[in-house]
């Protein structure tokens, strides 16, 4: 039984290590990177991805395709927390000689692609899912996309190839925070309804109504891993950019706003003290 609490304790703690992170390197994207904590904290430390942090290219290991690079900086404090590479290099992300740059890349132990384009993920994981298929291999293939993301054609090309194939050991989670770069998603191109596009393009659909409810996280990601049908599956988690910043929270702008360093040590104290 997986201990909730433990999850939330993790889920605070890479909320306010990105916050730390964003202090000192202020051109990452904070907004982006604090909507799908609670997904990182159920993959990782909820144990519901193979990894092994000693060998991050070990064969044995599933394969997490983060396709929305800019927005998974809270990925470094988790990284650095479980072995991956030392905590120390967190204190020179974006700076010359780091390996941490404001969008990452495979340079990094525990990523597997280049994710500065976006739109491409879920293309590369359709490959890796269906090599693991043609080796016989039980390993599955996970990605995350953004929600604007998905106004990319070649995601949708990947999206009819999944189902084409059978792809049943490829899994991709939305971060479907709702915010785009410079506006409200709706205003751009409006997803409405995006449950009901993938079940017609023959994938099996799993929702998150709270993306920050770690316990939904990660029953749902759990049941969806474990699911049997010969299909592709989504879970689409309905999150909040810049969550445990009020001002990001319902900004239109949120993804290019940075917080101003004089405020980050107070709003580090609040989640501190939140429940």
Not at 141 to 163: H, K, P
Not at 248 to 261: A, C, D, M, R, Y
Request: glycine share 8%; with cysteine; net charge negative.
């Amino acid at each position: 039984m997986i201990d909730t609490a433990y999850l939330k304790q993790q889920a605070k703690f890479l909320r306010i290590e990105t916050l730390k992170i964003h202090k000192a390197a202020p051109e990452v994207r904070v907004a982006s990177s604090l909507s799908p904590i609670e997904i990182f904290t159920a993959l990782f430390y909820g144990k519901l991805l193979r990894y092994n942090p000693k060998n991050p290219r070990d064969e044995n290991r599933d394969r997490l395709i983060i396709s929305k690079g800019h927005g998974s900086i809270c990925m470094y404090p988790l990284l650095a927390d479980l072995g991956f590479f030392d905590k120390d290099e967190l204190k020179r992300v974006c700076k010359s000689g780091s390996f941490l740059g404001g969008i990452p890349d495979p340079i990094i132990p525990g990523y597997e692609t280049v994710n500065g384009s976006l739109g491409h993920g879920l293309g590369v994981a359709c490959g890796i899912a269906l090599a693991l298929k043609t080796k016989k291999s039980d390993k599955k293939a996970v990605v995350l996309t953004g929600d604007g993301e998905l106004n990319e054609g070649a995601n949708w090309e990947a999206i009819m190839c999944a189902a084409q194939h059978k792809l049943d050991n490829l899994t991709l989670i939305v971060d479907y925070n709702k915010v785009s770069m410079l506006d409200f998603s709706k205003n751009i191109i409006d997803l409405n309804s995006l449950s009901e596009k993938f079940k017609a393009f023959n994938w099996d659909v799993y929702e998150i109504e709270d993306g920050h409810d770690i316990e939904q996280v990660y029953n749902t990601l759990k049941t969806a891993f474990s699911d049997q049908q010969q299909k592709p599956k989504v879970v689409i988690a309905h999150t909040v950019k810049g969550k445990g910043i009020p001002f990001l929270e319902t900004h239109p702008l949120s993804h290019i706003l940075s917080v101003k360093e004089g405020d980050i040590d107070g709003l580090v104290e609040e989640i501190k003290h939140a429940d």
